[in-house]
C-alpha cells in the first residue's frame, strides 16, 4: 500500500484538508498505517501535480485560507485499480523482534525490562483504540457496508495486539522461568 492510496481512500469518503486527513490517520488507521504531516502534505502535493485531486481554496476569516482536496475521476479511477489488484503479502518490519532475536547479549533482567515495556505500550495503545475514539470516524461511511469494512479492520487491530500480547506474556513468563532455572545453577 502506499500513501497515496490511503489519502485517494479518504478523499472517496469526501473532501478533507491536509490537517484533516491527518487526524484522520491518528484517528482511524495509525494501528496499522501511519504518515507524518509531512508525508501526507507531500503526497497531497505529488496527487495535485499528476491530477487525481484539485484543490479548492476556502476563505476562513479568523484562520489563514485553508486547502480543501477533492477526489478527481482520475484519482477515483487510481483508487478503483488498486483496490481490485491483489496484494502481495506485506514485508513483515518489526523492531521489536530484531532487538528480541540479538537480546543475548544483555543480562535477563534487561530483556525482562524490554519485553515489560513493549506490553506496556502495546497496553496503552490498546486503551486508546478501546477508548471509542475511532469510531467517531465511521460517520464518514457512505453505508453499512462500509462502515462494516472499517469496524472489521478495528477488530483486526484489536486482535493483532491481543495475539502479541499472549505471545509476550509467554515469553516474559519462560524467560522468568529459564532465568530463575539459571540462578538455581
Known amino acids: ?5 490511503a489519502i485517494l481512500g479518504f478523499l472517496n469518503m469526501r473532501p478533507f484538508s491536509g490537517y484533516e486527513l491527518y487526524k484522520l490517520f491518528n484517528g482511524s488507521v495509525n494501528n496499522y498505517w501511519s504518515a507524518t504531516h509531512t508525508q501526507i ?4 502535493s505529488e496527487l495535485a501535480r499528476v491530477k487525481m485531486v ?9 484562520n489563514p485560507d485553508k486547502k480543501v482536496y477533492h477526489l478527481k475521476q482520475s484519482g477515483k479511477a487510481e483508487l478503483q485499480n488498486w483496490l481490485e489488484t491483489p496484494l502481495d503479502l506485506a514485508p513483515v518490519r518489526d523492531k521489536f523482534l530484531v532487538q528480541f532475536s540479538f537480546s543475548d547479549s544483555l543480562d535477563d533482567k534487561d530483556i525482562i525490562c524490554n519485553i515489560e515495556s513493549y506490553i506496556e505500550k502495546i497496553n496503552e495503545k490498546m ?15 457512505h453505508s453499512n457496508r462500509e ?3 472499517w469496524e472489521k ?3 483486526h487491530g484489536i486482535r493483532s495486539y491481543e495475539n502479541e500480547l499472549h505471545w509476550l506474556r509467554d515469553c516474559l513468563s519462560e524467560l522468568k522461568q529459564l532465568s530463575a532455572g539459571t540462578e538455581e545453577s
Request: aromatic letters at 12%; a negative charge.
Open 127 to 141: 486503551d486508546v483504540i478501546k477508548a471509542g475514539h475511532y469510531s467517531e470516524y465511521l460517520k464518514y461511511a
Open 41 to 44: 502534505y507531500k503526497a497531497l
Open 147 to 149: 462502515k462494516f469494512l
Open 153 to 155: 479492520t478495528l477488530e
Open 54 to 62: 484539485e484543490i479548492e481554496l476556502v476563505h476562513q476569516e479568523t
Open 1 to 5: 500500500m502506499s500513501l497515496k492510496h
